[in-house]
């Protein structure tokens, strides 16, 4: 009698038994094993009404590839046993739909397939995990204008917008150890810098507390005169053309009272009584040098 192994469906025939007939179980156990080093599935999802349970001839391939116009929400249940797949997401429509992918385990955690590109994906006979992302902490620059679908899909969300919001430590216990806090960077309508690490090369005066972790701060807008050093020229003197002190040089070269002949007119009878005084209420819009906004930002979770 053959029995077959949890994860693969090998056959196991009996020891002893089976005489003469071992050959059909082992020739089937090597297609299972050459399908799982490398075999490709392909999948149109458009003939696919919302979910599909794969059977075995699909999920012993190691490569499922998804094709065809997504057309609604499609979830595709894997078996709940330990194994690893590449999953290849090629459909298209998928700004309105995603494709989740699931184990029959009641429970366990789903995820989002990525559009357009191959994703390392393992199963640990509940749930069904990412493989190969980025380290927790890492920041992710994305071109869209809001969290991609796939993501916001997944049970657990790999990645979270950097937009000032809280999370739940209990969620991502690794992330809160790393920012030190429950509380997201928030990255929105900001550039990002690095801590000073002792080099005080950032600092609150400027704005953003360079030595805090997640700190925050700086405006765009405008700067004011505050902002300016303060420039003052107390006492200084004016030569008029009125009546007042007269200085004549006669002859020699040089225009009149310095050298030349003539006679030069000058009143510097008084000092001003205020002077110049700058810095203290105009306010100055700040340009951007060249910047092109580029979508947001993402920290990886968990």
């Known amino acids: 009698m053959v029995t077959f192994t949890t994860n693969k469906a090998l056959g196991l025939p009996a020891v002893g038994g089976d005489t003469g007939v071992w050959g059909p179980p082992l020739n089937n156990n090597s297609s299972v094993l050459d399908a ?15 979910a599909l349970t794969l059977l075995a001839s699909n999920y012993s391939n190691t490569f499922i590839v998804f094709t065809g116009a997504i057309t609604q929400n499609t979830v595709i ?17 998928t700004s309105a739909f995603i494709v989740t992918l699931q184990t029959t385990a009641a429970g366990g955690r789903a995820i989002g397939v990525p559009p357009g590109q191959s994703q390392d994906v393992y199963t640990d006979g509940t749930n069904v995990h990412f493989q190969g992302l980025p380290h927790i902490g890492a920041y992710w620059d994305y071109a869209g204008s809001s969290v991609p679908a796939w993501v916001a899909a997944c049970t657990v969300p790999p990645w979270l917008n950097c937009d000032g919001t809280t999370f739940s430590s209990a969620t991502y216990p ?8 429950t509380t997201l960077p928030d ?8 801590l000073n690490q002792g080099t005080a090369r950032i600092t609150s005066s400027a704005g953003v507390d360079g030595n805090t972790l997640a700190a925050s701060g700086g405006g765009m807008t405008t700067i004011s005169s505050l902002h ?36 030069l007119l000058i009143n510097n009878t008084a000092a001003a009584a205020t002077g110049i005084t700058y810095g203290s209420s105009s306010q100055i819009t700040l340009p951007l040098s060249p910047t092109a906004i580029g979508g947001i930002c993402l920290v990886r979770a968990g």
């Open 36 to 50: 799982s080093l490398g075999g490709v599935t392909t999948i149109p999802i458009s003939t696919v009404s919302g």
């Open 77 to 93: 249940t894997l078996p709940a046993v330990g194994s690893f797949y590449t999953v290849r997401n090629t459909t298209t429509n």
């Open 174 to 181: 690794y992330l809160a150890t790393i920012l030190g806090s």
């Open 187 to 194: 990255m929105r309508g900001r550039y990002r810098a690095y």
């Open 228 to 263: 300016l050093p303060q420039m003052v020229d107390p006492t200084h003197f004016h030569g008029t053309g009125v009546a007042g002190a007269f200085m004549t040089n006669a002859g020699g070269a040089g225009p009149p009272g310095v050298g030349g002949s003539g006679t």
